[in-house]
């Protein structure tokens, strides 16, 4: 941990991955807010309020999202336009609230070295640099 957190500096000097490491809060980020972040945007896609995003509710959520990325909090489980097929694991059309959660959690867990839930401002940006080298 001590040679990835050593080389985080170098990474942060990538004009690319710098202007993204500036979209996010410049804080520790708790795994409870990721998972707030996550059904706040869930239930704005949610329209009817079955417990299910479709592809017409995505596509809706979409038509109305800001076009600028988002920063702050909302950066942490960014909405792209490729959300749904990523989201929707098992490909039966529609996405449920545990399929949303999966991919913003597994980041976070990756990106939580020492696993105790918080994702300090320097294992953030140990995992967006490992992520921009890995072209994630």
Same mark, same amino acid.
């Given at each position: ?22 979209? /996010? ?16 945007? /869930? ?48 490909? *039966? ?22 696993? *105790? ?20």
């Amino acid at each position: 941990m001590k040679l990835l957190l050593a080389l985080a500096p170098a990474f942060l000097a990538v004009p690319a991955f710098a202007q993204t490491a500036q979209q /996010f809060p410049d804080r520790p980020i708790a795994r409870a807010e990721v998972i707030a972040v996550v059904k706040r945007q /869930f239930a704005a896609m949610d329209r009817n309020r079955d417990g299910v995003v479709t592809q017409p509710e995505f596509a809706a959520f979409r038509a109305h999202q800001s076009p600028a990325p988002p920063t702050g909090v909302e950066a942490i489980a960014h909405i792209s336009g490729r959300w749904f097929e990523r989201a929707d694991a098992d490909g *039966d059309g529609r996405v449920t609230l545990d399929e949303a959660l999966a991919r913003p959690l597994q980041l976070f867990d990756l990106a939580d070295i020492d696993r *105790d839930g918080v994702v300090s401002v320097k294992e953030r940006q140990v995992a967006m640099a490992l992520m921009s080298l890995t072209g994630q």
